[in-house]
């Protein structure tokens, strides 16, 4: 398949098993929710009746005075008393082999392509480190909502000119690097020449 670049004549010719892929939306909803999953703390942890300290004794006697029986306070029942089914710390990984992930970023970069919502540059950098400056040249190409830009690797002036900016996204083109999660929720994405060439490598 070949995708015209936005600011040149010139036409990539790139390959259609990496970037005309169908939309296997299951394997994406796979990805995208382990994904997250992955990013979970899952410290949450709380105490179970004989993890609480206390609650040795019996409070009151069992019978005479007519209050309900009671072995200890530190029964789930008591506003101090520990939990039935206590929280503890868990992983919320799941597991999601290469070639699964590298299918999935495949498919979203298809689909990314068949919406237009993929623009290809030789190349893309900012005279200073300042974020008037990238915001303007992301004005000049029509780009005002979330963006995800994707270069070889991302120089420092690009950085610190689009740290402020929550709607900016920025990765190399390491397939790492890259989640999924990003390119499904994002509006464009800016992908460089050079970039263009190392995804179609790292995902064939």
Same mark, same amino acid.
């Given at each position: 398949? $070949?995708?015209?670049?936005?600011?040149?004549?010139?036409?990539?010719?790139?390959?259609? $098993?990496?970037?005309?892929?169908?939309?296997? $939306? *299951?394997?994406?909803?796979?990805?995208?929710?382990?994904?997250?999953?992955?990013?979970?703390?899952?410290?949450?942890?709380?105490? &179970?009746?004989?993890?609480?300290?206390? #609650? #040795?004794?019996?409070? !009151?006697?069992?019978?005479?005075?007519?209050?309900?029986? *009671?072995? &200890?306070?530190?029964? =789930?029942? !008591?506003?101090?008393?520990?939990?039935?089914?206590? *929280?503890? =710390?868990?992983?919320?990984?799941?597991?999601?082999? +290469?070639?699964?992930?590298?299918?999935?970023?495949?498919?979203?970069?298809?689909?990314?392509?068949?919406?237009?919502?993929?623009?290809?540059?030789?190349?893309?950098?900012?005279?200073? =480190? +300042? &974020?008037?400056?990238?915001? +303007? +040249?992301?004005?000049?190409?029509?780009?005002?909502?979330?963006?995800?830009?994707?270069?070889?690797?991302?120089?420092?002036?690009?950085?610190?000119?689009?740290?402020?900016?929550?709607?900016?996204?920025?990765?190399?083109?390491?397939?790492? *690097?890259?989640? =999924?999660?990003?390119?499904?929720?994002?509006?464009?994405?800016?992908?460089? $020449?050079?970039?263009?060439?190392?995804?179609?490598?790292?995902?064939?």
């Amino acid at each position: 398949m $070949e995708l015209k670049m936005i600011n040149s004549k010139k036409k990539l010719d790139l390959a259609d $098993e990496v970037f005309a892929c169908e939309f296997n $939306e *299951a394997l994406i909803h796979q990805v995208v929710t382990a994904y997250m999953a992955a990013g979970r703390a899952g410290t949450k942890s709380q105490k &179970t009746r004989a993890e609480v300290r206390g #609650g #040795g004794a019996k409070p !009151w006697r069992q019978k005479g005075t007519g209050q309900a029986r *009671a072995g &200890t306070i530190r029964s =789930p029942i !008591w506003r101090t008393g520990g939990k039935v089914f206590a *929280a503890k =710390p868990r992983s919320f990984k799941q597991k999601v082999n +290469k070639k699964m992930h590298k299918g999935a970023l495949r498919s979203i970069f298809s689909e990314l392509i068949r919406q237009e919502r993929v623009l290809i540059v030789d190349d893309f950098q900012i005279d200073m =480190p +300042k &974020t008037k400056v990238l915001l +303007k +040249k992301l004005n000049d190409m029509n780009i005002d909502g979330n963006v995800v830009i994707i270069t070889n690797s991302v120089e420092e002036s690009l950085y610190l000119a689009a740290r402020n900016l929550p709607q900016v996204q920025l990765r190399d083109a390491a397939t790492s *690097a890259i989640d =999924p999660v990003i390119l499904v929720g994002t509006g464009k994405v800016i992908i460089t $020449e050079s970039a263009v060439k190392e995804l179609e490598g790292l995902l064939r």
